[in-house]
């Protein structure tokens, strides 16, 4: 059974770093794997992507220089590091991953979802 299982989630203040993790189980081939968030009111939006086996990267433009992704194989484990945090970037934070590559971007593109986690960042 395939699982993905998101943690890091919490508050903070603006400014301030979160690390947050998405542990895969079951599969490990991934072709893609992203990280995307669901503000209130808000449609899901991607916020960055990496393609396992290439280690290319992709990022939403309102969090370039200040999020990067990360995978590790062995561990099966995807990380995104989210520095110098807005209060906008307050949202439930998904993991998603797929066995094709479609618009990395696009939550369609994605078949497995892990359960989400909180994110929230305070002025």
């Known amino acids: 059974q395939v699982q993905l299982v998101e943690s890091g989630g919490g508050s903070v203040q603006a400014g301030g770093s979160l690390r947050l993790s998405c542990a895969g189980f079951?599969?490990?081939?991934?072709?893609?794997m992203g990280w995307f968030r669901q503000a209130p009111g808000k449609e899901r939006e991607g916020v960055a992507a990496?393609?396992?086996?290439?280690?290319?990267?992709y990022f939403a433009d309102s969090v370039k220089g200040r999020f990067t992704i990360s995978r590790d194989n062995a561990k099966r484990t995807m990380y995104l590091q989210m520095n110098n945090l807005k209060p906008e970037d307050t949202a439930v934070y998904y993991c998603?991953?797929?066995?094709?590559?479609?618009?990395?971007?696009?939550?369609?593109?994605?078949?497995?979802w892990g359960q989400g986690t909180q994110v929230t960042v305070s002025s």
């Open positions: 998603a991953a797929d066995l094709s590559s479609g618009s990395w971007s696009q939550s369609a593109s994605y078949k497995y």
């Open positions: 079951g599969y490990i081939d991934w072709i893609r």
């Open positions: 990496i393609s396992p086996a290439s280690g290319r990267t």
